[in-house]
Each structure stands twice: as C-alpha cells, then as structure tokens.
C-alpha cells in the first residue's frame, strides 16, 4: 500500500462502519486502528466520526475528506493489485430479488460496453450481509429496503412497473374489472414476489372474507405462457411484457392505481472500485422509460 497508515485506516472505518470491523479486514487489531484515527484526527485538527452505539458514522468534515480521498485511494488500490499480482479484477456482481429483467438487461448492456464482465445474481432478504463483494464490485436490485452496513442507496426508482398479464378473452369475461379479475383467476408469480411486502398490500386490497386469492410460485415468469394461454390464469411481473403480447391474444394491465407503491431501490457497495464507476452512468438512466 501506498497511503500511510492513518489514511487506509480512515478509510477501512468509513468502508466497514466501525474500528472491529475494520481491524479484521486490514489483519489488525482494534487499539491500533483506533489509535491511527485519533491521531489522524489530532493532525488535521478536525473530528471526523461520530462515535455511535452500533458503530461510527462520517461528520461533515469527515464525508469532505472521504469524498476527496475516495477516487485516489481506489485507484490506488488497483494500481497496488495490478503490480502485486500481475492484474486487474474487471468484473461486477448485480444481485437482485426478483423480476427487475429490464433494468438487468441495461446494466449488462452497459457493462458490456465498458468491457466489465458482469455476473447477475438472486439474493434473499436474510442473507445480504453474507452477499459476495470482492473490492466493492457489487450492485444491489431491490423491491424492499435493504439493511447493510456495506451498501448505500444509490438511486430509487418510484412508481416501477407492477402488473399483471392474461388473456383478452379472460379479462373481457370480467368487464375489465381488475378486482374481480384478481379475486376469480390463479396467480402466477415469482416466489420472491410471493414472500415480498408487495404482495400483501396486493392480498390486503383484494381478498375478502368470503374470497381468497389463488397463487402459484414460479420460478422463470417465461414458463407462465402456456399456463396463461390455456386457462384463468394471471402473470404478475415488474415490467411490460413486450415480447409476450407480440401474442395478440394477450392483455397487460398495470396495477400501480391498485398499490400505493412499487419500487425499485438500487444499492451499491459504499467501497466501491473503479470497475462500478465505469458504467454507473446508466443508474441515472433506469426507470425513465418505464411503460
């Protein structure tokens, strides 16, 4: 390593939320981590974290510093990586929980053109502190809030796609009334999406004491098709089927009048390297063109 001692224990802190934490991924114990920053701290005159019950957060002057050192030190970090051992990791992992299959594609599409390998993944819930991140090369596709020292909210986008799509002839049969249509036909969604909050305020808004929703979990949304064709069943997903309806048979319907929210929180790896920032541009992007 290039930067001193106090520098890359500032920013092991800032990236890992507290000096224990810290201290494991630099192979050190607490007291000299904890002394480098106080030192640190006495050197420039300034305070720059506040010391909390679960750990230690940025003061301003603390987040000033960390915005000016961030770049130099990742870069500094592939540079020490790349004459160590020889090369470069150029590679990105894109979790997500379910659905999300057009912003998937514009990621990767992305990342492609940066020339970064990109692997996509599923997460659950009870596992994100145990998601793989090698050198802060992660991104997080969320329908939920997501809890993590690792990750910070990058971007959420409101109001993203929900609905379902089914036959013409089936949501005809109930006068295009989307209640009923929900109440009297077989659900076919993701199991993610069976589990998530979303569908609860979907359950809540339409199941009566007298009328209960039927559902089935499937995995690829893709294998619905024949199902939906051929009897009184529904697809629920978080894009417009594009390709499907090319099937003239078939009608989408959006239920976002229907839920107070759908959304799509898009986390990344608050350590995160130059691999990211490559083709983080399109983040911005995601969600503008939404049907």
Same mark, same amino acid.
């Given at each position: 390593?290039?930067? !001193?001692?106090?520098?890359?224990?500032?920013? *092991? $802190?800032?990236?890992?939320?507290?000096?224990?934490?810290?201290?494991?991924?630099?192979?050190?114990?607490?007291?000299?981590? *904890?002394?480098?920053?106080?030192?640190?701290?006495? !050197?420039?005159?300034?305070?720059?974290?506040?010391?909390?019950?679960?750990?230690?957060?940025?003061?301003?002057?603390?987040?000033?510093? &960390?915005?000016?050192?961030?770049?130099?030190?990742?870069?500094?970090?592939?540079?020490?990586?790349?004459?160590? !051992?020889? &090369?470069?990791?150029?590679?990105?992992?894109? @979790? @997500?929980?379910?659905?999300?299959?057009? =912003?998937?594609?514009?990621? &990767?599409?992305?990342?492609?053109?940066?020339?970064?390998? %990109?692997?996509?993944?599923?997460?659950?819930?009870?596992? $994100?502190?145990?998601?793989?991140?090698?050198?802060g090369n992660t991104l997080i596709l969320s329908s939920e809030l997501v809890i993590s020292e690792r990750f910070?909210?990058?971007?959420?986008?409101?109001?993203?796609?929900?609905?379902?799509?089914?036959?013409?002839?089936? &949501?005809?049969?109930?006068?295009?009334?989307?209640?009923?249509?929900?109440?009297?036909?077989?659900?076919?969604?993701?199991? *993610?999406? @069976?589990?998530?909050?979303?569908? !609860?305020?979907?359950?809540?808004? %339409?199941?009566?004491?007298?009328?209960?929703?039927?559902?089935?979990?499937?995995?690829?949304?893709?294998?619905?098709?024949?199902?939906?064709?051929?009897?009184?069943?529904?697809?629920?997903?978080? =894009?417009?089927?594009?390709?499907?309806?090319?099937?003239?048979?078939?009608? @989408?319907?959006?239920?976002?009048?229907?839920?107070?929210?759908?959304?799509?929180?898009?986390?990344?790896?608050?350590? =995160?390297?130059? $691999?990211?920032?490559?083709?983080?541009? %399109? %983040?911005?992007?995601?969600?503008?063109?939404?049907?």
């Amino acid at each position: 390593m290039f930067f !001193s001692r106090k520098l890359e224990a500032f920013m *092991a $802190v800032v990236e890992n939320g507290s000096l224990s934490k810290a201290a494991r991924v630099m192979n050190r114990t607490t007291p000299p981590i *904890a002394k480098s920053i106080k030192d640190f701290e006495t !050197s420039l005159g300034k305070r720059l974290f506040k010391r909390e019950k679960f750990g230690m957060t940025l003061t301003k002057d603390g987040q000033e510093l &960390y915005n000016d050192l961030r770049d130099l030190y990742l870069q500094e970090k592939e540079i020490t990586k790349k004459h160590f !051992s020889g &090369y470069i990791v150029n590679e990105a992992n894109i @979790y @997500y929980d379910w659905g999300k299959e057009n =912003h998937l594609i514009n990621l &990767y599409q992305a990342a492609h053109q940066n020339n970064v390998q %990109v692997n996509i993944l599923r997460f659950n819930y009870d596992e $994100v502190d145990e998601i793989i991140d090698y050198d802060g090369n992660t991104l997080i596709l969320s329908s939920e809030l997501v809890i993590s020292e690792r990750f910070s909210l990058q971007k959420k986008i409101e109001n993203s796609p929900l609905g379902i799509y089914c036959r013409k002839e089936l &949501y005809d049969k109930f006068n295009h009334n989307m209640i009923e249509l929900l109440q009297k036909s077989t659900w076919l969604c993701d199991p *993610a999406f @069976y589990k998530s909050s979303l569908m !609860s305020d979907l359950l809540a808004k %339409v199941d009566t004491t007298d009328s209960k929703s039927s559902i089935r979990q499937m995995d690829n949304i893709g294998c619905c098709l024949s199902f939906i064709q051929d009897g009184d069943f529904i697809g629920i997903i978080d =894009h417009y089927p594009e390709d499907e309806l090319n099937d003239k048979s078939l009608t @989408y319907i959006s239920l976002n009048r229907l839920l107070d929210k759908s959304d799509c929180y898009i986390y990344k790896s608050k350590a =995160h390297s130059s $691999v990211l920032n490559r083709f983080m541009g %399109v %983040v911005d992007s995601l969600g503008k063109n939404c049907a």
